[in-house]
């Protein structure tokens, strides 16, 4: 089969590669759809730690069942699938608590960069008819979004901000208004970028290049219930802090900084609550629902579409981006 190579740092190769073995209780997946993730990007260049070189990267993926490995019996060849990217045990503590994505066994499935991809059966989901190939890429971004939503245990009307409004952060916009959120503001630095936080629900957006987002978010009050930090930097998560009022909450979800400088005695004596959220647990099958009534909108975050053996190109241009790239979507069958 042909797959979207790293064979080295910054380096791709559309080559022929052997189909992945289908295991017991594997299904075999020809993707029709991958999206390119921003992890994805920033492992490229093979500073992250996180992906060694040669890989196949890429894990928001959707398809159509080619064959069914042994002990494989709800699903069958034909269907039209998309896939969590959490491989689980099942059986460690916390995943029989629910919080498969703190499995101690963990790993994340990121080889969908080709023509078939291997998974256990139990992180598929049946694609309703209504979703397409293209828009079902976008799941796993979706549900890191619902993901971080649900870690805020959001009330109705609370206030919000979100920082950062790249692909999570817009995503985190919509999850956030279709939670019940109140007045919600979203924080960038890129115009065109809070122009579709404006369209994905923000009742107030701030550049911040130009004013500063702390006082516009107050507006000489206490500040917001709830953030969202999607970025990961010192000033961003600072400002994040700021926003939010005395015994508020604040959802970390960027990390593209591995450690930031915190304003300690501000967390501290407000009581503020700062919880990490990573990757999903249990949320792809509300998702697709939402998807299917077209109460999501993701059509408009796909910015390209591409066949995969153009890869290469479209992660050089994403890591070289101005941020005017949301989601590029490639296709493995297009040729
Ligand atoms: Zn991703
Ligand atoms: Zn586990």
Request: charged content about 20%; hydrophobic content about 40%.
């Amino acid at each position: 089969m042909k797959a979207l190579v790293l064979t080295r740092a910054n380096h791709f190769e559309y080559a022929d590669t052997p189909e992945p073995a289908v295991g017991d209780g594997d299904v075999l997946v020809r993707v029709k759809a991958v999206g390119i993730c921003g992890s994805d990007v920033h492992g490229m260049t093979g500073k992250t730690g996180r992906r060694i070189p040669p890989i196949v990267m890429g894990h928001e993926a959707s398809g159509i069942i080619e064959a069914v490995g042994p002990g494989v019996s709800s699903f069958s060849v034909g269907e039209r699938v998309t896939f969590d990217s959490t491989i689980y045990c099942n059986t460690c503590e916390y995943c029989r608590s629910g919080r498969v994505n703190l499995c101690s066994r963990r790993r994340v499935l990121g080889v969908s960069c080709a023509q078939f991809v291997a998974v256990p059966q139990y992180v598929l989901y049946r694609l309703p008819d209504s979703v397409g190939f293209e828009v079902a890429a976008l799941i796993e971004p979706v549900s890191v979004a619902f993901h971080a939503v649900r870690r805020a245990a959001m009330s109705l009307g609370e206030s919000v901000v979100v920082f950062g409004c790249g692909l999570i952060g817009l995503l985190i916009i919509q999850a956030a208004r279709l939670s019940g959120c109140g007045t919600l503001s979203a924080v960038d630095i890129n115009p065109k970028r809070l122009e579709e936080a404006r369209n994905a629900g923000a009742d107030v957006v701030i550049d911040s290049s130009k004013s500063d987002p702390v006082a516009a978010v107050r507006q000489g009050g206490e500040g917001v219930e709830v953030g969202f930090e999607a970025v990961g930097i010192t000033p961003t998560v600072g400002a994040a802090v700021e926003c939010v009022r005395k015994g508020g909450r604040l959802v970390l979800v960027g990390n593209i900084s591995p450690e930031i400088a915190l304003g300690l005695q501000s967390v501290v004596t407000r009581e503020i609550d700062l919880r990490g959220s990573c990757a999903s647990a249990g949320e792809y099958p509300a998702i697709l629902g939402m998807i299917a009534d077209g109460r999501l909108k993701l059509q408009g975050l796909i910015s390209a579409v591409a066949p995969l053996s153009e890869g290469g190109s479209w992660f050089q241009k994403l890591s070289e981006g101005d941020g005017q790239l949301l989601k590029v979507v490639l296709l493995p069958d297009a040729e």
